[in-house]
Every structure is written in C-alpha cells, then in structure tokens.
C-alpha cells in the first residue's frame, strides 16, 4: 500500500516517512524542497506546493490513503492550511481514494477544553491566527465525504520515541505532550487498522 504525504519535510512529517517505510509501506512526499528530506528508500518525493492542484493529484495517484501534516512554514499565505487541505480533498475525490489523516491542534474546537489555562491565553492572543487557521482546515476537513481521522497533539517535542502514548475521544481529559516519533506511530497505526473514521482523538 502507499501513503500520500502532506508535510514530508517537516518535524513530525520526516518521523512519519521513517515510521511508514519501516512498517512497509510505500510513499509519495509532496515536498518543496527535495532537499529536506534526501533520498529515503522506499520515498518517492514529487517537487511542488501544495497549492498548486495539479502536483497535489500527481502526489495522490497510485496511492490508497493521504497524510496531511502541514504547518505554516514560511512563503506561505495565511489560509494555506485549509486551501491545501481543501485541494487535498479535491484531489482525491478525482482520484477515488477515501481515508485521510489530518494533523491539527489540541485546543481546535471542542478540545479547548483539554489544554491549560495558560495555553488557553496563548490561543486567545500570540497564537489567535494559527488556531483559526486550523478551525477552518479542520471545518473542511468534517464537511468532506471522505473517510476521515482528525488528530490532535498536544505540545510537540523533539524527544526519543517512548512508544507509549496516550489516545482518545473524551474531551473531559487534560492532553500533554506528545513527542513527534510517537505521534508520527500514531499516524502509522490510523493507516493500517483504519480506525478513528470521522473522529478527532487527542494524542498526548
Ligand atoms: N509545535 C507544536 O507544539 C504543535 C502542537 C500541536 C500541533 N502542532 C501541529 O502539528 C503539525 C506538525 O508540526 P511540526 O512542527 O512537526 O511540522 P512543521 O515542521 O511545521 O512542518 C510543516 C510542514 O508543512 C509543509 N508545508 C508548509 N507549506 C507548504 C506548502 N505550501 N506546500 C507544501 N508543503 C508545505 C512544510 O514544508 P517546507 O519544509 O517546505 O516548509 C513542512 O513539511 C503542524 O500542523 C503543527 O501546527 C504543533
């Protein structure tokens, strides 16, 4: 099976093209620079942006499910997060595939509740636009009609994978943070036993 892959080149993306091939699968990294990622076995990286529709269908074919794991990195306009993901999910309703995995945030939506008082302050100011950037990717996310899995990390971190984590549906509990290798196992799991379908577990 191959994975398409939105954000190859990033923290958690890099984890997760090392996670996927470990596991089997093939994979196609939509990346804009080659560079970042060299020459991975078992990674075919496609040049492009993920605005530009016609390399985002390039990324997708001959693949059975998609990973987005963008970020606003730079040389980007504000709404690149739901207009990717919009394209994302133009591409594949052309290209007929159906599951798709989304990165966000802990604090999107009714997940508010689960982050600190401090991180909810943060949200409300220095971080205002990147949270409303992932309320509207995530909005077009829910309304698709594809079979889809919105996951919600609390903090990122760098550290060594613990292979442990914690994952679930109940907005009543206090995320944590997670670091980007067991979050990038997480994402690998999501593709291979298909769970979560139109859910958004934390992962902490
Ligand atoms: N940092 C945290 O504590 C935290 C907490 C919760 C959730 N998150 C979210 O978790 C996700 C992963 O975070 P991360 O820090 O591991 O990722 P990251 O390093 O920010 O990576 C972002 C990825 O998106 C790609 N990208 C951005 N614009 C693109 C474009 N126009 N076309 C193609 N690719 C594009 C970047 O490519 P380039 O290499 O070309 O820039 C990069 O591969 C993000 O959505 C982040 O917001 C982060």
Redesign the pocket.
């Known amino acids: 099976m191959r994975i398409a892959v939105?954000?190859?080149?990033?923290?958690?993306?890099?984890?997760f093209l090392e996670a996927a091939t470990d596991a089997g699968y093939g994979v196609k990294a939509?990346?804009?620079?080659p560079n970042?990622i060299g020459e991975m076995p078992g990674v075919v990286p496609v040049v492009?942006?993920?605005?530009?529709g016609g390399k985002v269908v390039l990324t997708l074919s001959e693949c059975e499910a998609a990973v987005?794991?963008?970020?606003?990195?730079?040389?980007?306009p504000p709404d690149?997060?739901a207009v990717?993901t919009d394209l994302v999910i133009k591409g594949m309703a052309k290209m007929g595939l159906r599951r798709l995995i989304v990165?966000?945030?802990?604090?999107v939506g009714e997940s508010r509740a689960q982050v600190p008082f401090v991180f909810k302050l943060l949200m409300n100011t220095v971080w205002k636009k990147?949270m409303q950037a992932?309320e509207a990717q995530e909005r077009i996310v829910r309304e698709s009609e594809t079979d889809w899995t919105i996951v919600?990390?609390?903090?990122?971190?760098n550290d060594v994978v613990a292979g442990s984590y914690r994952i679930g549906t109940d907005t009543g509990t206090v995320g944590g943070?997670v670091s980007?290798g067991d979050?990038a196992s997480f994402l690998v799991s999501l593709v291979r036993d298909g769970s979560h379908v139109r859910e958004t577990p934390y992962v902490a």
């Open positions: 939105f954000g190859g080149t990033g923290g958690t993306g890099r984890r939509l990346v804009r620079n970042a492009g942006n993920v605005l530009d987005v794991i963008l970020g606003r990195t730079k040389g980007n690149v997060l990717g990165v966000t945030s802990l604090g990147e992932k919600r990390p609390g903090g990122l971190t943070r980007r979050l």
